[in-house]
């Protein structure tokens, strides 16, 4: 069990392996009571001495009990909407708080409902916003020592982002076992945790908080993890540091409602359904709602008494029954201190977020919730949810879906996803947040904007994506009354944008919260490069599209061409970043391309292509790209289908003995099978090549020796038999590091010996390991660290021969230039990196508070490409995003930033060695693939000559 329960991985799902190891009132009694307790107020029954004869001490039971049942009928606290222009922040003090007013003037606004089709200046001052008008020429604001004015010309500015779901603060950066407070798993205690508050678990020295602020996201709900049923209570915060009176590490200062009178506080339960339960505890479903509905049933007693308690006291109080109130003192108010969290849901008085998948198992919640009456504030992951968006309407009044963008796949519940939930809840008028799951590199809350840009790209409308991480969740948790909009009245929590908030890679220029500016200026000036060319993103450009979708007929025909061997014409194109040998092509302008059985018979200007021919099918694009098929180093993707059910694919390495020899090593050339959505996706993303090596499962343990890697083609149009395997063995993988560490290799030096002895021995000529020593098969090392890389690259200078390549390498950049000098080529995985571990406590986070990294490694000279850092592959489709991404960051060409993704990583695993004479794989797109919003409308397999893929579509 021990095993099992800590490599369940519950925050949603945790990694072991990291790239390694990472890793309203409700009750029945209700109306009966109000009956009883309308009674009570004109009582002035909290004050008032019971009765003359009563002990001072039984005096102070009385009220206390008295106190406590009052309360018990209060329904949450609720504000108006919108809030007065003059409220004051409770979070707001005069040592830290914000100091001057400020004015941004002349902002395209978001303020958290639309985009105003007008520029305004928003004023805000002690932390709260105070105004919002018509950018004007006439008003006349002079800046002076109470007020700072800044001209934004226009930029974009949003609400302060809202996750309603991370981890971060509870489970602090680099994570250590003993700090991770994520989940109560105890044998006394079970599944049934309602007493466990992650208020006491936050640690206010958590630097990932400073982190997922510089990506804007300036409220986080933080849970407890899912591992079991009735997880606790979970708690909203500011991310931001040292914000109190005396910029100390205070956790009540870190509180969203620091500054709110306890009783007026907003609460949060953590539920959770379905697999991670199961998976911890071992009861099935039936055990699982039978465990939840008896904890529930016990909550009910426990209020049912308290209500009789309560209404026999105020009967006895009207009555002026002095015997009855002192028997009733005697007894006291029935309290279950470990259940009062579920009495408080069962009054209404407490937020239900319910982490749950699958359509039966939201169905079961909802059923347990009519039974009980209580409401369902949220489901969160809710990855199948797209499947039942009237059902979840019919139930219940409005319950938010919290989804993942696109991360999928990795268990069975999570397996029936969707790209486009986002759009087919919102088209059924089901509430669509997006949330993170945060903080470990994974799911890097930092980033929760980019999901809501993918939810965009595929459909879900503008406003409603950038409703989905602002107001959206801001009213599901119910703070929207002081988060979620930028409007006068709320909370001044305020990102500035360097360019549209849903455009690949937008970044915040500025991140007020409560009033105060929390990114460095210098850092910014360096982080963002502002001087060079990227400023022409500065400019708020218009949102970039949702996906294109060809018409059906289009589709069909085009097929029917591919199947007769018609010549397919595809005008429109505006960048091609291909050779196509034997054509003189111009690298911009209007340009048309013809193909016949998938070779290019013409490309150039549409007068030198013309056609004249009866069967031909002509595919008119707007803003036409072709780019190279692109490469990825994957992870599971073609070996295992649903990463966390070995059953589902080829299974995970064991964990090798101290004297690996030749029989020891796997290889995932036998274990390949090319089907599955994670390849649908590649094909979706214009991916149209994988390499695999044998995959190591985040619920075994580590292991040192992973094996040999596979290159395959992901179409399918080939089988294993003839010719989809680019290249049967493509390297030897070792993993280098904390993951690195098994019962034969317990230290990193012990693995670093292993290797070395490895590549001394005498091995059998033409085995794997003498042509890993000899250079002929490349050395794959996954690894993280820097110190790590830096022993790799000793053993490099100590055995020249061979061929090392690093994959992952996400503390490269600190060793950039060591890396540049001795030529170690890198499959670099860090783009959007967290120091979550203590072996990557060092990354370099990026912009806007970091340089980015790959502008170091660019500009140090290292030979790279780039790979994925998620353990599951379902983000395959985001290849061509993540290059752009780089490109953002960097003074990079589309060209080179293409070519991270596709030629480099060809080059450096040596794909490429036979094939330099043939047409490479390209794919044709409807707008730019680097940025969101392009689909792929044709794919063209070089080596084979033929068009694989025609508008791949995937949920
Ligand atoms: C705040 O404004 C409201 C009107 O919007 C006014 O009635 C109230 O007196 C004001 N409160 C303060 C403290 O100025
Ligand atoms: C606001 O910014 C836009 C874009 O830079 C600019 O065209 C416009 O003149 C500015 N308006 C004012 C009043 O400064
Ligand atoms: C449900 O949500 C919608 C949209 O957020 C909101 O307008 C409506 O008031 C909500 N209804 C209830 C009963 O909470
Ligand atoms: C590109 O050329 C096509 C004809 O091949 C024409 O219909 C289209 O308007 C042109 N587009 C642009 C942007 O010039």
């Known amino acids: 069990m021990g095993h099992l329960s800590q490599s369940v991985h519950i925050r949603e799902p945790r990694r072991r392996f990291n790239i390694f190891n990472r890793y309203l009132l409700s009750s029945i009694g209700l109306v009966y009571i109000l009956i009883n307790f309308s009674l009570l107020p004109r009582l002035n029954w909290r004050s008032q001495p019971a009765t003359a004869y009563l002990l001072a001490k039984q005096q102070k039971e009385l009220d206390t009990y008295l106190t406590k049942c009052h309360n018990f009928y209060q329904a949450p606290v609720s504000y108006d909407l919108p809030p007065s222009a003059n409220r004051t922040n409770p979070r707001y003090n005069k040592n830290s708080g914000q100091s001057k007013a400020i004015v941004l003037q002349n902002t395209t606004l978001f303020d958290g409902h639309s985009t105003l089709d007008y520029n305004v200046d928003i004023h805000f001052n002690n932390g709260v916003i105070t105004g919002i008008f018509p950018t004007s020429d006439e008003l006349v604001i002079e800046e002076d020592e109470h007020i700072t004015i800044f001209d934004l010309e226009g930029k974009f500015v949003t609400p302060g982002l809202v996750d309603m779901h991370s981890h971060h603060l509870g489970t602090p950066h680099p994570s250590f076992s003993i700090t991770d407070d994520l989940n109560e798993i105890h044998p006394d205690s079970g599944p049934l945790t309602p007493f466990a508050r992650a208020l006491d678990a936050l640690k206010p020295y958590d630097q990932s908080a400073t982190i997922i602020a510089s990506g804007g996201v300036t409220s986080s709900l933080i849970l407890p993890g899912s591992a079991n049923i009735i997880g606790g209570e979970a708690v909203a915060v500011k ?77 006895a109080y009207e009555q002026g029954d002095n015997g009855s109130i002192e028997k009733l003192i005697q007894r006291g108010l029935p309290q279950d201190l470990g259940l009062e969290l579920l009495v408080s849901v069962l009054r209404g008085q407490v937020g239900v977020n319910i982490h749950c998948y699958e359509p039966q198992d939201m169905e079961a919640m909802i059923r347990h919730s009519e039974e009980f009456e209580f409401h369902i504030q949220a489901f969160h992951h809710a990855l199948e949810a797209w499947r039942i968006p009237e059902m979840l309407k019919n139930a219940e009044r409005n319950i938010t879906i919290a989804t993942f963008s696109h991360f999928a796949h990795y268990k069975h519940e999570a397996y029936d996803s969707n790209l486009y939930a986002g759009k087919i809840l919102a088209e059924h008028g089901v509430s669509v947040a997006y949330k993170t799951d945060g903080s470990a590199e994974d799911f890097n809350s930092k980033f929760l904007l980019s999901q809501a840009a993918e939810g965009h790209s595929f459909g879900l409308p503008e406003e409603m994506a950038l409703q989905s991480v602002t107001s959206t969740p801001a009213k599901s948790l119910g703070l929207d009354h002081r988060i979620g909009y930028v409007q006068a009245g709320y909370d001044a929590d305020i990102v500035i944008w360097d360019s549209h908030p849903l455009s690949n890679g937008a970044t915040p220029l500025q991140v007020y919260i409560d009033g105060v500016s929390t990114l460095p200026s210098d850092r910014l000036q360096e982080s963002l490069n502002l001087s060079s060319s990227q ?185 294993i038999l003839d010719g989809a395997i680019i290249k049967d063995d493509v390297a030897l993988h070792f993993v280098i590091g904390q993951s690195g560490k098994t019962s034969s290799t317990p230290t990193i030096s012990a693995e670093i010996s292993r290797l070395r002895e490895l590549l001394s021995t005498s091995h059998e000529p033409d085995t794997v390991f003498s042509r890993v020593a000899n250079g002929s098969l490349p050395l794959v090392a996954h690894v993280l660290n820097h110190h790590d890389i830096l022993h790799l690259i000793k053993v490099k200078r100590d055995y020249p021969e061979i061929y090392l390549v690093l994959f992952g390498a996400t503390e490269a950049p600190l060793v950039a230039a060591q890396l540049a000098k001795e030529q170690i080529p890198v499959i670099f995985t860090g783009l959007r990196p967290m120091p979550d571990t203590w072996e990557t406590k060092d990354v370099l986070v990026g912009p806007p508070l970091t340089v980015s990294p790959i502008k170091v490694l660019v500009d140090a000279g290292v030979n790279f490409g780039i790979a994925q850092a998620h353990w599951a592959d379902s983000g395959i489709h985001l290849l061509a995003i993540d290059a752009g991404f780089a490109k953002r960051t960097t003074d990079l060409t589309a060209q080179q930033a293409v070519d991270l993704v596709s030629r480099k990583v060809n080059e450096i695993l040596r794909l490429d060695k036979h094939a330099s004479s043939q047409q490479e794989d390209f794919v044709i797109y409807e707008s730019d693939p680097l940025e969101w919003g392009a689909a792929a409308v044709l794919t063209v397999d070089g080596s084979l000559n033929s068009i694989v893929e025609s508008w791949p579509d995937s949920s």
């Open 239 to 315: 991310n931001v540091l040292l914000s109190g009176e005396n910029r100390e590490q205070v956790v009540e200062e870190l509180l969203l409602e620091d500054g709110v009178p306890h009783q007026s506080r907003r609460r949060y339960i953590k539920i959770a359904c379905g697999e991670n339960p199961s998976r911890v505890y071992g009861h099935t479903r039936m055990g699982t709602a039978w465990l939840f509905r008896n904890q529930m049933s016990k909550a009910q007693e426990i209020q049912r008494q308290q209500d009789n308690w309560c209404s026999a006291a105020a009967a």
């Open 535 to 719: 400023k022409s993103r500065m400019h708020p450009p218009n949102a970039p599209q949702m996906r294109p979708q060809s018409e059906k007929s289009v589709q069909d025909s085009v097929r029917e061409a591919i199947k007769v061997g018609a010549k397919i014409v595809v005008s429109g194109i505006q960048s091609v970043l291909v050779p196509f040998s034997g054509f003189d092509v111009p690298a911009h302008g209007n340009l048309t391309i013809v193909l016949e059985r998938g070779r290019v018979v013409c490309i150039g200007l549409p007068k030198d292509c013309l056609i004249v021919a009866n069967d031909v099918v002509h595919l008119d694009l707007k803003n036409g790209h072709i780019i190279p098929g692109l490469t990825a180093l994957v992870h599971h993707m073609g070996l295992s289908e649903i990463e966390m059910e070995s059953i589902s694919g080829d299974g995970s390495v064991a964990p090798q003995p101290m004297n690996a020899k030749e029989l020891d090593v796997t290889y995932a050339k036998h274990g390949l099978r090319i089907e599955g959505k994670d390849i649908n996706r590649a094909r979706l993303g214009g991916v149209t090549r994988a390499v695999v090596a044998p995959m190591i499962s985040t619920m075994t343990e580590n292991s040192f020796l992973q094996g040999v890697s596979t290159a395959f083609k992901t179409s399918g149009n080939q089988t």
